[in-house]
């Protein structure tokens, strides 16, 4: 399949993450596909039935993902078939909270509820900071 031209690509920032998540899920092998839509911006897609390949494959493409989504990764397990599993989970989740502190935004589609409990609503980065001095004990 020949690449697009530069008149077929998406032009604003939702089209070019919707385009790359579905480039992502043609391009699966093993179970994970990738794309690039921006400088420092990756799709990552998990894809069919979740197992040990999917986890092996997630685990040695973190530091390649290190490397290349330092801007934003957007995660889409929307082609999923069944569960995640808790490996998978695991793994995800350990690539969430890298590239959030690295500074990079995270954005994951088509979570399982079971994907979206575990891995939490808020950011791993944020905390809370008060003023008032702790209750003496």
Do not use: K, N
């Amino acid at each position: 399949m020949a690449a697009p031209t530069p008149s077929e690509l998406p032009t604003g920032l939702d089209e070019r993450r919707r385009h790359a998540r579905s480039a992502a899920a043609r391009r699966a092998v093993a179970g994970i596909g990738t794309s690039w839509y921006d400088d420092g911006c990756v799709a990552l897609a998990v894809v069919g039935t979740a197992g040990p390949a999917q986890v092996r494959a997630l685990r040695d493409l973190r530091p390649q993902l290190a490397r290349e989504a330092w801007a934003e990764l957007v995660i889409d397990l929307g082609h999923l078939d069944g569960e995640c599993g808790p490996a998978l989970v695991r793994v995800l989740g350990q690539l969430r909270v890298q590239r959030l502190t690295a500074g990079a935004r995270v954005e994951v589609h088509g979570a399982p509820p079971e994907v979206v409990s575990e891995l939490g609503a808020a950011p791993a980065t944020a905390f809370t900071v008060s003023d008032e001095p702790a209750p003496a004990r």
